[in-house]
């Protein structure tokens, strides 16, 4: 594949869209029950929609113009509810650019103090935004977990993208990373890559050995692992699918290619979703189309009507079309591929 190119999975381009677009209804003829909860290991907190970066592809909707965020006394009750739930090993912080919002560094100080693992999902051009110096040496002091996006190895599909001058930039974050030990042996950081257009993700080991050679090659960087998403049909991808008469094709794609085998691993099942304003999800997907925990019986739930998440094991996860997202080809998830 010539750098520049389309990296997509070789799936025919041109796929009818299904009938059968049900979720649940695909679940129940694979013999498979309806999806429920385990008990929660990973609180996913959504610290909002600020973002340095407008990309094409955003299920957020983010942008530098977004005024939704967390507030203080939300994420004084997030660190309150980390720290009475233990099991909660995980805490992944995301957003918009969620280094953006002023609670940011208390959050990440809370969880850390509470001996959680940290993940930030990091968009690598947030490093050069103004005031932002002091970042690089905060994510080494709070030994935190990156998960970086970068969707392709060429200059020409991540501008494409997500916009003028963030192939560089993101280089260049990357190399400053390097250079604290990020990727580099010391501390994990992790490269997102999604499709550039209406395709499945390739087979990521595959990819993530091209991305090596490419970024290792071409730049001298280094990274742990790639992990392949792909886009959901939703907010912006969603309108843009539209914008092209593309969204039909797309939602056959995933429909088509419902894989049985991703349906045990799905994120939903041992993950919280907490939006900026406090309320809880079963997923960040569900969380941008407003969908309330499906624990909640269609109610919306906030973090002040929860003690203890273990109590959520068991209950049923609100599902939809998009949930096809998730489960065709190889799946998806904010971990990578499921199968
Ligand atoms: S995809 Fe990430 S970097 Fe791009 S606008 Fe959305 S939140 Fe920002
Ligand atoms: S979108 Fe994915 S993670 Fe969310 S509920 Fe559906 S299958 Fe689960």
Same mark, same amino acid.
């Given at each position: 594949?010539?750098? @520049?190119?389309?990296?997509?999975?070789?799936?025919?381009?041109?796929?009818?869209?299904d009938?059968?677009?049900?979720?649940?209804?695909?679940?129940?003829?694979?013999?498979?029950?309806?999806?429920?909860?385990?008990?929660?290991?990973?609180?996913?907190?959504?610290?909002?929609?600020?973002?340095?970066?407008?990309?094409?592809?955003?299920?957020?909707?983010?942008?530098?113009?977004?005024?939704?965020?967390?507030?203080a006394?939300?994420?004084?009750?997030?660190?309150? *509810?980390?720290?009475?739930?233990?099991a *909660?090993?995980?805490?992944?912080?995301?957003?918009?650019?969620?280094?953006?919002?002023?609670?940011?560094?208390?959050?990440?100080?809370?969880a850390?103090?509470?001996?959680?693992?940290v993940i930030?999902?990091?968009?690598?051009?947030?490093?050069?935004?103004?005031?932002?110096?002091w970042?690089?040496?905060?994510?080494?002091d709070?030994?935190?977990?990156?998960?970086?996006?970068?969707?392709?190895?060429?200059?020409?599909?991540v501008?494409?993208?997500?916009?003028?001058?963030?192939?560089?930039?993101?280089?260049?974050?990357?190399?400053?990373?390097?250079?604290?030990?990020? @990727?580099?042996g010391?501390?994990?950081?992790?490269?997102?890559?999604?499709?550039?257009?209406?395709?499945?993700?390739?087979?990521?080991?595959?990819?993530?050995?091209?991305y090596?050679?490419?970024?290792?090659?071409?730049?001298?960087?280094?990274?742990?692992?790639?992990?392949?998403?792909?886009?959901?049909p939703?907010?912006?991808?969603?309108?843009?699918?539209?914008?092209?008469?593309?969204?039909?094709?797309?939602?056959?794609?995933?429909?088509?290619?419902?894989?049985?085998?991703?349906?045990?691993? *799905?994120?939903?099942?041992?993950?919280v979703?907490?939006?900026?304003?406090? @309320?809880?999800?079963?997923?960040?997907?569900n969380?941008?189309?407003?969908?309330?925990?499906?624990?909640?019986?269609?109610?919306? *739930?906030?973090?002040?009507?929860?003690?203890?998440?273990?109590?959520?094991?068991?209950?049923?996860?609100?599902?939809?079309?998009?949930?096809?997202?998730?489960?065709?080809?190889?799946?998806?998830?904010? @971990?990578?591929?499921?199968?």
């Amino acid at each position: 594949m010539a750098a @520049g190119g389309d990296i997509a999975n070789p799936l025919p381009a041109s796929e009818a869209p299904d009938r059968r677009a049900d979720f649940a209804a695909t679940l129940a003829g694979h013999g498979l029950p309806r999806l429920r909860r385990s008990a929660p290991t990973t609180l996913q907190v959504n610290v909002g929609r600020l973002c340095n970066q407008a990309c094409h592809h955003c299920h957020v909707d983010a942008g530098p113009g977004r005024k939704e965020i967390m507030a203080a006394s939300i994420a004084a009750r997030v660190i309150e *509810l980390i720290g009475a739930n233990p099991a *909660l090993r995980t805490i992944d912080f995301t957003g918009g650019a969620p280094e953006l919002n002023p609670n940011f560094r208390r959050l990440v100080e809370g969880a850390r103090a509470a001996d959680r693992e940290v993940i930030v999902r990091c968009n690598l051009t947030v490093l050069f935004a103004p005031e932002m110096e002091w970042l690089p040496e905060f994510y080494r002091d709070a030994r935190v977990h990156l998960i970086c996006s970068l969707p392709c190895y060429s200059s020409a599909n991540v501008e494409r993208q997500r916009g003028a001058g963030v192939f560089d930039a993101s280089i260049a974050a990357l190399r400053v990373l390097n250079r604290l030990g990020f @990727g580099a042996g010391r501390f994990p950081l992790d490269l997102v890559y999604n499709p550039v257009g209406p395709f499945l993700p390739p087979a990521q080991d595959e990819l993530e050995r091209r991305y090596r050679d490419e970024l290792g090659g071409g730049f001298g960087v280094v990274f742990d692992r790639l992990l392949t998403l792909a886009n959901m049909p939703i907010r912006r991808f969603a309108r843009d699918l539209e914008r092209l008469g593309r969204a039909a094709e797309y939602m056959g794609l995933l429909v088509n290619h419902f894989n049985p085998m991703t349906v045990a691993a *799905l994120m939903c099942r041992t993950l919280v979703s907490v939006g900026y304003d406090g @309320g809880l999800y079963d997923c960040d997907f569900n969380q941008m189309l407003a969908l309330p925990l499906g624990a909640a019986g269609g109610c919306a *739930l906030t973090i002040f009507d929860i003690e203890d998440f273990s109590a959520l094991a068991g209950a049923p996860i609100a599902t939809g079309p998009h949930c096809f997202g998730c489960t065709a080809g190889a799946g998806s998830s904010c @971990g990578g591929a499921l199968a």
